[in-house]
């Protein structure tokens, strides 16, 4: 099927019904990339939290470049994926080195950015400097397999590619539509044609889309293949100091929650015990938490925590690495999300304090 107002329709659509009042919609490239990376996988509604307090802390890519990476943690701390936060550091590092300070116009440059795909490429150059690149994410998937009926297998290259050239093919004739039309095909696909009841009454397509004539509406697009969940168990130890201080180390920069702060880990509760040992601590003070429970990507992991107090002390253990962290100086110190949580439940009040 051609249609030849596909976009015609959607930015008439996107200027009366589509969102305009996120911070992040101007023509900065900057905002633009910082918001795209900050969407993907994380909710609008929780962006729209995280986003001004970071755009506050870094207000240009030089900033950016210029913060410690600990820095950029604390401040994404929650919103998980951190290899997201990682690569932004990263990549305004190549932007300030490579690029003099300021965002490259070119999509393909774009793409050369640590954590920088197509579609996020594109929508920079699209909203920054209203160049006709078409942008391609899950929602404008489900978008244009409904309304011209595409039936493929999502995990298929080939059918990806197809997909990207429909997408090249509508796009407006004019530079100046490139931001109402970029932001027409995120809000169509965010709000109107959801995954589950599309609000097919609402959407400029609804005369046209072949899925909707067909009644396969709930089969388009087709549903990739879960992903098998493996369950796994750790513990961790939670030592509070009697000022109130809780002992964190660096995890490394690779494997989950790399770069942020954690408590000892193990996947033993023997490992734990050994390692309380340079602590003088007993195994019989200590107390069992509630078991959390946190899903990543390909795993559910169990969490369960063992609380002990320690007595102040000069001096810190020997053989081990990690430091002793005031309350006060807990949020801003980046660390995945169940240790927040647990924190926040878990620690108790003290009185005492160390000297
Ligand atoms: S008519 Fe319904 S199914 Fe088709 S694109 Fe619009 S919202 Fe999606």
Same mark, same amino acid.
């Given at each position: 099927m051609i249609l030849p107002d596909f976009s015609s329709r959607l930015i008439a659509w996107q200027k009366q019904y589509g969102r305009h009042h996120f911070p992040w919609q101007t023509d900065d490239a900057y905002c633009v990339w910082l918001s795209e990376i900050m969407l993907q996988q994380t909710q609008t509604v929780t962006v729209a939290e995280y986003y001004p307090r970071f755009w506050a802390a870094f207000p240009t890519v030089r900033d950016l470049a210029a913060a410690e990476q600990e820095q950029v943690l604390a401040l994404w701390a929650?919103?998980?994926?951190?290899s997201r936060a990682r690569n932004l550091h990263k990549a305004a590092r190549q932007i300030v080195a490579e690029f003099g300070g300021t965002f490259p116009q070119r999509r393909t440059e774009l793409e050369?950015?640590? @954590?920088?795909g197509r579609s996020t490429a594109a929508a920079i150059v699209a909203f920054a400097?209203?160049?006709r690149e078409t942008i391609l994410d899950g929602n404008v998937k489900r978008v244009l397999c409904r309304v011209f009926a595409r039936d493929g297998n999502p995990a298929d290259k080939h059918f990806e590619r197809q997909l990207w050239l429909l997408a090249e093919s509508l796009?407006?004739?004019?530079?100046?539509d490139m931001p109402a039309y970029t932001q027409g095909l995120m809000d169509l696909g965010a709000t109107v044609c959801t995954r589950s009841k599309p609000v097919c009454e609402m959407c400029p397509m609804n005369d046209v889309c072949q899925a909707r004539k067909e009644g396969r509406i709930g089969e388009l697009p087709r549903k990739k293949t879960p992903l098998a969940i493996k369950q796994q168990t750790v513990f961790w130890l939670l030592l509070q100091r009697d000022d109130g201080a809780v002992w964190l180390q660096k995890r490394p920069?690779?494997?989950?929650?790399? @770069?942020l702060y954690c408590l000892p880990?193990?996947?033993s509760a023997k490992g734990l015990a050994e390692y309380a040992g340079n602590f003088a601590v007993q195994a019989a003070d200590w107390e069992e938490l509630p078991a959390i429970w946190h899903r990543l990507t390909h795993r559910l992991l169990e969490i369960i925590p063992f609380y002990v107090r320690v007595p102040c002390s000069e001096r810190l253990p020997e053989k081990v690495t990690g430091q002793w962290v005031l309350p006060a100086k807990l949020p801003e110190t980046g660390m995945p999300k169940p240790l927040q949580s647990l924190l926040e439940n878990g620690l108790r009040v003290t009185h005492n304090i160390c000297g």
């Amino acid at each position: 099927m051609i249609l030849p107002d596909f976009s015609s329709r959607l930015i008439a659509w996107q200027k009366q019904y589509g969102r305009h009042h996120f911070p992040w919609q101007t023509d900065d490239a900057y905002c633009v990339w910082l918001s795209e990376i900050m969407l993907q996988q994380t909710q609008t509604v929780t962006v729209a939290e995280y986003y001004p307090r970071f755009w506050a802390a870094f207000p240009t890519v030089r900033d950016l470049a210029a913060a410690e990476q600990e820095q950029v943690l604390a401040l994404w701390a929650g919103l998980g994926y951190y290899s997201r936060a990682r690569n932004l550091h990263k990549a305004a590092r190549q932007i300030v080195a490579e690029f003099g300070g300021t965002f490259p116009q070119r999509r393909t440059e774009l793409e050369k950015l640590c @954590g920088v795909g197509r579609s996020t490429a594109a929508a920079i150059v699209a909203f920054a400097f209203r160049q006709r690149e078409t942008i391609l994410d899950g929602n404008v998937k489900r978008v244009l397999c409904r309304v011209f009926a595409r039936d493929g297998n999502p995990a298929d290259k080939h059918f990806e590619r197809q997909l990207w050239l429909l997408a090249e093919s509508l796009l407006p004739e004019n530079g100046d539509d490139m931001p109402a039309y970029t932001q027409g095909l995120m809000d169509l696909g965010a709000t109107v044609c959801t995954r589950s009841k599309p609000v097919c009454e609402m959407c400029p397509m609804n005369d046209v889309c072949q899925a909707r004539k067909e009644g396969r509406i709930g089969e388009l697009p087709r549903k990739k293949t879960p992903l098998a969940i493996k369950q796994q168990t750790v513990f961790w130890l939670l030592l509070q100091r009697d000022d109130g201080a809780v002992w964190l180390q660096k995890r490394p920069q690779k494997g989950i929650w790399a @770069g942020l702060y954690c408590l000892p880990e193990s996947d033993s509760a023997k490992g734990l015990a050994e390692y309380a040992g340079n602590f003088a601590v007993q195994a019989a003070d200590w107390e069992e938490l509630p078991a959390i429970w946190h899903r990543l990507t390909h795993r559910l992991l169990e969490i369960i925590p063992f609380y002990v107090r320690v007595p102040c002390s000069e001096r810190l253990p020997e053989k081990v690495t990690g430091q002793w962290v005031l309350p006060a100086k807990l949020p801003e110190t980046g660390m995945p999300k169940p240790l927040q949580s647990l924190l926040e439940n878990g620690l108790r009040v003290t009185h005492n304090i160390c000297g």
